[in-house]
């Protein structure tokens, strides 16, 4: 054990050496983040970095914090090593590009130690050790977690996922069914539609942390049926909290935090995607309160949903960008179906079909139109106040979903893990069980590996905003990287499964087209990268 943190002592502090060098280049050469739009490619290449160095940095301190446990030990100096290779053959292939003085890496990632070190933590009998022990236990997650809250939490929600969540999960994603009733008022009377809501407001305000190991276990037993469902009321949680009037926020938060309240969350639209601030969606002041008059795609759980927080422009003049939109919770009544329409006493009117999708089953994602649907006045969030500040209240209930992100990637991608390690404990080929097999082992060891460091990213990115709630680029990171490991985990567990993983009847090939969505919502990965991640970094 002490060789393995001898390793990452070595190996990660190097990595941060030579990052901080090519970051401070790459602020030179992007003007502070301003010219970042004509070095998008090299942009992107710094903040995945980055990224990956943050997760091996999590993931380093854990190992340090959990010292005699030699598999985490194990993963840490793995990772890191992972981290290391990548990054110097990234900055082999680009030296210019990248800034990095040859002494720089010469006293860190080429140094003769560190080089060592690298080598050491990557053998691959290292990471066989790994996949047998997660052979061993089925790949369960039994990860430490400070807190006696946090603990409780997450065997409380492990218990009601596997026990209700889980039995009906299949057949939702193989039926398009919408989730059951029962699971929303059994998720209601534990709490969890108000985790992150005050207690003067009705809620838990058991903080972020605490609503990712929540999370994590819901979204092991079923992305859309139970995992995603608390994603919403976090999002209009955090916007009302920020901007909203007093008296918005005790009328809104306590029948939210009760689960009385469904929510959705209506930004995109059918011809505006990541550019958020091209909302063209308008919204007309009338005597009687607002207008609503457009288009909007992809609001998931429109059709259930009770309310809606809608984005929409109120000052008509393009030029006015994202200081002309604001945000507004909209009323409606729920619908069952895959398509729905309501119509106001004045003739205002709301029409949503929902688009079919190959994962993500449950809660229906919706096309919406609304022809002059009337908003009354005091739901505009912030009231007089708010007109104006709608674009920057929805970043601040982003930033929330992308940290949820990070937890519904962990938790799914510990199904695939879990479901591929029990597959290869039981399936035979050649005589024996496939896990008896070198190449199993290394690529369950790896899968395992990649997952620990996603998820002490995203528990680290919680503890940032349980600190400080404006923090954008640590959850930005979390959802980025936790997004890609949970797509590369079922994926190769896909593979593992052989023949069988393709078969809708095993649960494995569920996690894969599930996963496919999580690099796309609450920001899409490429925009992520530049326009939240690279931006965070070179501005700085």
């Known amino acids: 054990m002490r060789r393995m943190r001898d390793e990452t002592s070595l190996i990660v502090p190097a990595v941060r050496a030579v990052l901080d060098e090519a970051l401070a280049a790459g602020r030179r050469t992007t003007d502070g983040g301003k010219a970042i739009d004509e070095h998008q490619v090299h942009a992107e290449r710094l903040a995945y970095a980055a990224t990956e160095a943050a997760a091996a940095e999590a993931l380093t301190t854990y190992a340090r914090e959990r010292a005699g446990d030699e598999v985490i030990g194990r993963m840490a100096a793995a990772f890191a090593g992972e981290v290391a290779s990548r990054l110097a053959a990234e900055i082999e292939g680009h030296r210019d590009d990248f800034g990095v003085r040859g002494e720089t890496l010469g006293r860190s990632l080429g140094a003769p130690e560190v080089l060592a070190a690298v080598r050491a933590a990557q053998h691959e009998a290292r990471l066989r050790e790994i996949g047998r022990e997660i052979i061993r236990t089925r790949?369960?997650?039994?990860?430490?977690?400070?807190?006696?809250?946090?603990?409780?939490?997450?065997?409380?929600?492990?218990?009601?996922?596997?026990?209700?969540?889980?039995?009906?999960?299949?057949?939702?994603?193989?039926?398009?069914?919408?989730?059951?009733?029962?699971?929303?008022?059994?998720?209601?009377?534990?709490?969890?539609?108000?985790?992150?809501?005050?207690?003067?407001?009705?809620?838990?305000?058991?903080?972020?942390?605490?609503?990712?190991?929540?999370?994590?276990?819901?979204?092991?037993?079923?992305?859309?049926?139970?995992?995603?469902?608390?994603?919403?009321?976090?999002?209009?949680?955090?916007?009302?909290?920020?901007?909203?009037?007093?008296?918005?926020?005790?009328?809104?938060?306590?029948?939210?935090?009760?689960?009385?309240?469904?929510?959705?969350?209506?930004?995109?639209?059918?011809?505006?995607?990541?550019?958020?601030?091209?909302?063209?969606?308008?919204?007309?002041?009338?005597?009687?309160?607002?207008?609503?008059?457009?288009?909007?795609?992809?609001?998931?759980?429109?059709?259930?949903?009770?309310?809606?927080?809608?984005?929409?422009?109120?000052?008509?003049?393009?030029?006015?960008?994202?200081?002309?939109?604001?945000?507004?919770?909209?009323?409606?009544?729920?619908?069952?179906?895959?398509?729905?329409?309501?119509?106001?006493?004045?003739?205002?009117?709301?029409?949503?079909?929902?688009?079919?999708?190959?994962?993500?089953?449950?809660?229906?994602?919706?096309?919406?139109?609304?022809?002059?649907?009337?908003?009354?006045?005091?739901?505009?969030?912030?009231?007089?106040?708010?007109?104006?500040?709608?674009?920057?209240?929805?970043?601040?209930?982003?930033?929330?979903?992308?940290?949820?992100?990070?937890?519904?990637?962990?938790?799914?991608?510990?199904?695939?893990?879990?479901?591929?390690?029990?597959?290869?404990?039981?399936?035979?080929?050649?005589?024996?069980?496939?896990?008896?097999?070198?190449?199993?082992?290394h690529k369950l060891g790896r899968m395992a590996t990649h997952l620990a460091a996603a998820r002490q990213l995203t528990y680290a990115a919680a503890r940032a905003m349980d600190r400080d709630e404006t923090v954008v680029l640590e959850p930005a990171m979390a959802k980025l990287f936790a997004s890609d490991v949970a797509v590369r985990v079922t994926q190769e567990g896909q593979l593992l499964h052989g023949g069988w993983g393709y078969a809708e009847e095993f649960a494995i090939s569920r996690h894969v087209v599930d996963a496919l969505v999580l690099p796309i919502f609450e920001g899409v990965k490429p925009i992520l990268e530049l326009k939240v991640i690279a931006r965070g970094l070179l501005g700085r």
């Open 139 to 441: 790949g369960a997650n039994n990860c430490f977690i400070d807190g006696e809250m946090a603990e409780m939490a997450r065997d409380s929600a492990r218990s009601f996922a596997r026990k209700e969540v889980a039995p009906i999960a299949e057949r939702i994603h193989h039926h398009d069914e919408l989730v059951p009733e029962s699971i929303i008022c059994r998720m209601a009377e534990l709490g969890y539609f108000g985790m992150s809501v005050p207690e003067e407001y009705g809620g838990q305000g058991m903080g972020n942390l605490v609503m990712i190991v929540i999370t994590e276990e819901l979204s092991a037993a079923s992305l859309a049926a139970a995992g995603s469902l608390i994603t919403r009321p976090e999002i209009l949680t955090k916007a009302l909290l920020k901007g909203g009037t007093e008296g918005q926020k005790r009328k809104w938060l306590p029948p939210v935090a009760a689960g009385e309240l469904m929510v959705g969350i209506s930004v995109t639209e059918p011809d505006t995607g990541s550019d958020v601030a091209s909302v063209r969606c308008r919204a007309e002041r009338t005597a009687d309160g607002w207008l609503i008059s457009g288009a909007k795609a992809w609001c998931t759980f429109a059709g259930r949903a009770d309310v809606l927080a809608l984005l929409a422009r109120t000052n008509p003049d393009p030029k006015a960008g994202a200081r002309g939109l604001s945000l507004f919770i909209v009323p409606k009544d729920p619908f069952p179906g895959h398509q729905f329409e309501m119509r106001q006493p004045g003739g205002g009117v709301l029409h949503g079909k929902a688009d079919a999708t190959p994962g993500y089953r449950g809660m229906h994602s919706f096309t919406l139109g609304f022809e002059k649907y009337l908003v009354p006045a005091e739901n505009l969030i912030g009231e007089a106040a708010g007109e104006g500040k709608g674009f920057y209240l929805q970043m601040g209930g982003f930033a929330a979903g992308r940290l949820q992100t990070g937890g519904r990637a962990s938790g799914l991608a510990q199904a695939a893990l879990e479901a591929t390690a029990t597959y290869a404990s039981e399936r035979r080929q050649f005589g024996r069980p496939i896990g008896d097999f070198q190449l199993t082992q």
